[in-house]
């Protein structure tokens, strides 16, 4: 039997998957065999597992900083948010259905086992298990219908920390709003609070925090100040406003930046895919989402989706459509990752309803492909080589260079009148293959691709940095220059923070009646 804590927040987005992902390296650091949980995540961030299981990506950064391989068991039903009303219900890693928000409610107790089901299974696995909520645990109007909340601290008797964000303001109000909509046994289950976020004169804030204690009789456990020197994946699209002000100060102080646009697309999946670029110091890499705010960019790329048919019907309609189709007439090169691919396409089809409403819709017709949806899901690791068309483009590459990344899709994509494929694919899902992906223009400048993290591979990443820079007339790019992160260095200094502002034996203490002897 493992031990538990959980991690739940006064709303979204206040920390609570960063706060578990310290705790999971701190307990690795300290010996114990330690995994993450989260029994329903809703995101369109999402990852593949070894075993092509679908899982939300949040869980994987816990895993990796946990030193374990992610598995579906840790977040086993994924919530992918497809339009207002409705959402893709990833279930132990595999699609189960469309439902719309009242249509899963009614299927709550059969959720509930899953996730029962799926935190039985770590439980005999490992001595800790970090538990992370999900929005807030107050929510009355579904409190009744929650799974993610307290009635998972219940099944794991795990003890709550409340996390709030204190950047927002009201955050003394939102900690004590949320203990007082919480029923008694609720209430008792949570053992303290930590405030994240902080950026401002401890000397000011110590006195509202013991007015805070005396308040709610629990413990602050400290006060997390805000970092930007710590490099971990962000779980939501909120976090690309973030990102676009980061590289508009960079943009400012660098000149011969070369200028990489991303579609915000109103359904963006997997913008993680493009977390290399940003880190890039030669590189400003825009999110825009208006046809005016594009101008006459080095690169553009169309990322992935929830929604391919509804974002490009989106796209169309706020003129991105034709401003990316301007300038790839003008030579400008565009990149389509998955759903971005599909669109550039002649026509996408869709007769069984597998994404959407709409039967058939034309694409930008900047590739000569078309793309038939299909029921059936495609979620693969992959290994693969640039095809002989991709090494034309990229001469510092050859089939030698082994790319990795990875495929969610439901669409097949034929290509026409002897386009070119980009990449040949060696291995799926560990098993060995010969097949294509991806297409490539007549003219080079237009590239598409299913796999998700192609960015990532620092040959294929350099070779894309110094085509631009040979377009704008600048010197090649080292590839000692390129801005590689360590991820099993970001994990310890997230470690490093947590412990140095957090009161560690207090949370020692939470679990040690819960806690089985370390192995």
């Not at 959402?87 to 509930?112: F, V, W």
Request: aromatic content about 6%; overall charge negative.
């Amino acid at each position: 039997m493992a031990k538990a804590i959980m991690v739940q927040g006064t709303g979204s987005d206040v920390g609570k998957s960063i706060l578990v992902c310290a705790l999971c390296r701190i307990f690795r650091q300290e010996g114990l065999k330690v995994a993450p949980f989260k029994s329903q995540n809703m995101s369109n961030n999402s990852y593949v597992t070894a075993d092509g299981r679908e899982m939300g990506r949040a869980q994987v950064a816990q895993a990796e900083a946990a030193g374990i391989l992610p598995t579906a068991e840790m977040n086993p039903i994924l919530l992918k948010p497809s339009g207002n009303n409705g959402s893709q219900i990833i279930t132990m890693g595999k699609p189960l259905r469309h439902m719309t928000a009242n249509e899963y409610y009614k299927n709550k107790d059969s959720m509930l086992e899953i996730a029962k089901e799926a935190y039985a299974s770590l439980n005999d696995e490992y001595d800790v298990i970090v538990i992370e909520g999900a929005g807030s645990p107050a929510e009355i109007n579904i409190k009744d219908d929650d799974i993610v909340n307290m009635k998972i601290a219940e099944i794991a008797d795990a003890p709550v920390i409340l996390v709030t964000d204190i950047e927002r303001g009201g955050s003394f109000a939102w900690i004590v709003g949320t203990l007082e909509l919480l029923n008694s046994d609720e209430r008792d289950r949570v053992m303290g609070v930590i405030i994240n976020k902080f950026r401002g004169d401890m000397g000011i804030l110590e006195s509202g925090l013991q007015m805070l204690e005396e308040r709610i009789n629990k413990p602050v456990l400290g006060v997390l100040p805000y970092f930007t020197n710590i490099d971990v994946d962000d779980e939501d699209s909120v976090s690309l406003d973030m990102k676009n002000r980061k590289q508009e100060v960079r943009s400012k102080k660098q000149e011969s930046l070369i200028d990489i646009v991303i579609i915000r697309l109103p359904r963006i999946s997997n913008f993680t895919d493009f977390d290399i670029l940003i880190k890039e110091n030669s590189l400003n890499v825009r999110f825009v989402e208006d046809a005016r705010s594009i101008g006459n960019p080095d690169l553009i790329i169309l990322p992935g989706t929830k929604n391919t048919i509804g974002d490009l019907e989106s796209i169309k309609e706020n003129g991105i459509a034709n401003a990316v189709i301007k300038v790839a007439k003008s030579g400008t090169m565009i990149i389509g990752i998955c759903g971005g691919y599909q669109m550039l396409g002649s026509v996408i089809r869709d007769p069984e309803n597998a994404e959407s409403k709409t039967l058939e819709t034309d694409g930008l017709g900047l590739i000569d492909v078309r793309t038939l949806f299909r029921l059936e899901k495609s979620t693969h690791q992959v290994k693969a080589t640039l095809h002989d068309r991709g090494t034309d483009i990229f001469k510092g590459l050859n089939t030698d260079n082994e790319i990795t990344g990875y495929e969610i899709h439901m669409g097949e994509t034929e290509l026409l009148n002897g386009t070119a494929p980009f990449l040949k694919i060696l291995e799926r899902s560990d098993k060995e293959v010969s097949m294509d992906d991806g297409a490539v223009s007549n003219d080079g400048n237009v590239i598409g691709s299913y796999l998700h993290g192609i960015f990532d591979n620092d040959a294929f990443r350099l070779e894309l940095i110094n085509r631009l820079r040979e377009s704008k007339g600048l010197t090649p790019m080292a590839a000692d220059e390129l801005n590689t992160v360590d991820k099993e260095t970001e994990y310890d200094k997230l470690a490093d923070w947590f412990r140095e502002h957090i009161d560690m034996d207090l949370v020692f203490e939470m679990i040690k009646e819960r806690s089985p002897q370390r192995r």
